[in-house]
T-cell receptor, first 112, second 112 residues
Framework: GQQLNQSPQSMFIQEGEDVSMNCTSSSIFNTWLWYKQDPGEGPVLLIALYKAGELTSNGRLTAQFGITRKDSFLNISASIPSDVGIYFC????????????FGAGTRLTVKP | DGGITQSPKYLFRKEGQNVTLSCEQN?????MYWYRQDPGQGLRLIYYSQIVNDFQKGDIAEGYSVSREKKESFPLTVTSAQKNPTAFYLC???????????FGQGTRLTVV
């Protein structure tokens, strides 16, 4: 199946710093999703993107659907300790959205 | 409250035993999914179902079985044929043909 390459694998930042992570695919995606997973819990949907070039915000989070439709970016501004967790990008590999592919995740650590 | 519930949170089994993981949702979603998560990896699709009494294999279906007798329920059985069953298992649901999936809190299975 299609692979989603997510980078960086991990980030260690100071509270208050901005964070940027990205996800790329070898194939075109029609939808990009960003999830956050806290330790021992299920992922929670943060942002969904539906068309190329779209820029969507959710509080301090901003995500963009790349123009090529093969990449997406997630930015977190003014990080706080509760931003700690693993962030996953995801997208459906088929037009009917049945087969969701996930990146390997970016593990974020925020130092107070 | 609407949501998706997995039980139990933690499960221990002896090698060679079959074990069934429960997943129930009251979101009125037609589509349900099972994913496996290993440390440092993204989620991998085991099985999915778009309608009662029908389900499809994902990338890593070998050693697993599912049933979908009710819209609300999608139990996963980890059989003795699964060579490395210890993992974190996540159930999700969505509106059919919509990418946005909502996850349960996961079941951590340990086989000793």
């Amino acid at each position: 199946g299609q692979q989603l390459n997510q980078s960086p694998q991990s980030m260690f930042i100071q509270e208050g710093e901005d964070v940027s992570m990205n996800c790329t695919s070898s194939s075109i995606f029609n939808t990009w999703l960003w999830y956050k997973q806290d330790p021992g819990e299920g992922p929670v949907l943060l942002i969904a993107l539906y068309k190329a070039g779209e820029l969507t915000s959710n509080g301090r989070l901003t995500a963009q659907f790349g123009i090529t439709r093969k990449d997406s970016f997630l930015n977190i501004s003014a990080s706080i300790p509760s931003d700690v967790g693993i962030y996953f990008c995801a997208g459906p590999s088929d037009p009917n959205n049945n087969d969701m592919r996930f990146g390997a995740g970016t593990r974020l650590t925020v130092k107070p | 409250d609407g949501g998706i519930t997995q039980s139990p949170k933690y499960l221990f089994r002896k090698e060679g035993q079959n074990v069934t993981l429960s997943c129930e949702q009251n979101l009125n979603h037609d589509a349900m999914y099972w994913y496996r998560q290993d440390p440092g990896q993204g989620l991998r699709l085991i099985y999915y179902s778009q309608i009662v009494n029908d389900f499809q294999k994902g990338d890593i279906a070998e050693g697993y079985s599912v049933s979908r007798e009710k819209k609300e329920s999608f139990p996963l059985t980890v059989t003795s044929a699964q060579k490395n069953p210890t993992a974190f298992y996540l159930c999700a649901s969505s509106i059919v043909n919509r990418a946005e999936a909502f996850f349960g809190q996961g079941t951590r299975l340990t086989v000793v």
